[in-house]
């Protein structure tokens, strides 16, 4: 399955969390349709991506989105909806006793993933996939 990973990029950025996340993806044998996730911090100035159209597509066009929900993320709210309005699973991972936006918790159709410690996203995330 191609697997969109949406992870907050600017603040609440937490990179071991995402790389976490995305080696569950790659070990349930799924790939990763959104792999600069992983990487370095876009510039937003003079870049020749449009990174709006290039996420959107991207997780639209894929099978799941799984989606760090853990702090708030307006980017990543966007690509639920994206995903969301495509039909997609959508699979929410976040810490337990976490306040998540009440669009989330109503939102039809979606699959939450809750972990107490950080160590634990690998294995839960392995296993839902």
């Keep these: ?10 603040a609440n950025r937490e990179l071991q969390r995402a790389k976490d996340m995305a080696r569950a993806i790659a070990d349930a044998g799924h790939s990763i349709t959104s792999p600069w996730v992983l990487g370095p911090i876009e510039k937003r100035d003079g870049s020749p991506v449009n990174i709006f159209r290039r996420d959107m597509e991207a997780a639209e066009a894929s099978d799941v989105l799984v989606a760090d929900v853990t702090d708030p993320s ?3 709210g966007m690509e639920i909806m994206a ?12 810490k337990k ?18 972990y107490d410690s950080e160590e634990e996203i690998y294995p ?3 296993r839902a996939l």
């Design 74 to 76: 307006v980017g990543v």
């Design 1 to 10: 399955m191609k697997v969109y990973l949406s992870v907050p990029m600017i």
């Design 124 to 126: 839960i995330l392995l």
């Design 83 to 94: 995903a969301h309005k495509a039909g997609k699973r959508i699979i929410l991972v976040t």
């Design 97 to 114: 006793g976490k306040v998540i936006s009440g669009m989330l918790v109503h939102m039809d159709g979606k699959e939450f993933v809750e």
